[in-house]
């Protein structure tokens, strides 16, 4: 049904299913933002209102207070029937500055997967609120993996954020700069990644992790993400290298505390359970069961929907 411009009265109450901007006014990504909400959170709704296009979804929800709060990062929408919403007077703004959680409990956001893990459904697992998911495609110069693209259109189809990622090994740079693009075909939404982690005897080493991003940014016009942990900290040790340190740090450490090598102020996405019996932060992500042990690699980005989309592919 169309959507016409305005908005349409209809009280009722939705749930945040992940963090979220509540934005001061209007429907509008450039709106202030007021505060924020957690996941689970309960939110009085006065009317549906057309505003500002967010991953093709227009809908925002005018709450309570006359503040507004993007659809796409709320439940389904129930009406309470026979109730009126009182309208109150906006407050004033509270600046609420985003941090990085340090949590050793964080929300699982992002998943990321591989051909071995089951996938039964992206729409159950978007609607728990993750938001986005990033596959492997390629390892080396010749492997692929075969379920890349079918999930690739499932995934998009249930509004889920989509990223490739490439694992790194000891073959020639250039031969899987290549196998990656072919097989990937990264869109201007798609996110790129370069896995550089422990592969024993097929070690991909820090130049040729330096060659194959300096590669992708000159194919793609942007920087790929670098997905790493002790292996990029034990390459670097206490250097500050700015190339690596421009691009976005995708941090595997499953401790409580994430700690990031010196050529980063802090992590962009960081890994923080592959999901082994006993961990304390497991995580069971409906849709997903993850693999033959039930365990499933999950990531936390700490801002709101809104930023994630935002700086998705950048």
């Not at 925002?60 to 009182?86: E, H, I, Q």
């Amino acid at each position: 049904m169309p959507v016409p411009s305005g908005e349409i009265a209809t009280p009722g109450t939705v749930l945040a299913t992940t963090r979220v901007n509540v934005r001061q006014g209007t429907p509008s990504i450039g709106a202030n933002i007021i505060r924020k909400l957690n996941a689970g959170d309960q939110l009085d709704v006065a009317a549906i209102a057309a505003g500002d296009e967010v991953q093709g979804n227009r809908l925002w929800f005018k709450l309570a207070d006359l503040n507004y709060v993007w659809s796409g990062a709320c439940s389904a929408f129930s009406p309470t029937d026979g109730m009126v919403v009182p309208l109150a007077p906006a407050p004033a703004p509270v600046p609420l500055p985003v941090a990085p959680a340090a949590s050793p409990f964080p929300a699982a956001n992002v998943i990321d997967l591989y051909h071995g893990d089951e996938v039964s459904s992206f729409a159950a697992a978007r609607a728990s609120g993750v938001l986005g998911v990033i596959h492997k495609a390629t390892t080396g110069g010749t492997g692929r993996d075969d379920l890349y693209d079918d999930r690739r259109r499932a995934a998009e189809a249930a509004g889920l954020l989509w990223g490739a990622y490439h694992w790194g090994t000891g073959a020639d740079v250039k031969k899987q700069v290549e196998n990656f693009l072919d097989w990937a075909k990264p869109g201007e939404k798609t996110l790129v990644a370069l896995d550089y982690e422990l592969t024993p005897s097929n070690q991909m080493s820090l130049e040729q992790a330096r060659e194959f991003l300096e590669i992708i940014a000159k194919k793609l016009g942007r920087k790929a993400v670098i997905y790493s942990g002790s292996t990029i900290k034990d390459a670097l040790r206490s250097t500050v290298d700015p190339f690596f340190g421009s691009h976005r740090l995708w941090l595997a450490q499953y401790g409580p505390t994430p700690q990031v090598q010196k050529s980063w102020q802090n992590y962009w996405l960081w890994q923080f359970t592959e999901g082994k019996p006993g961990d304390p932060r497991r995580r069971k992500v409906p849709g997903i069961p993850g693999n033959h042990r039930g365990e499933l690699d999950c990531d936390h980005y700490a801002g709101s929907a809104e930023d994630l989309i935002d700086e998705w592919a950048s």
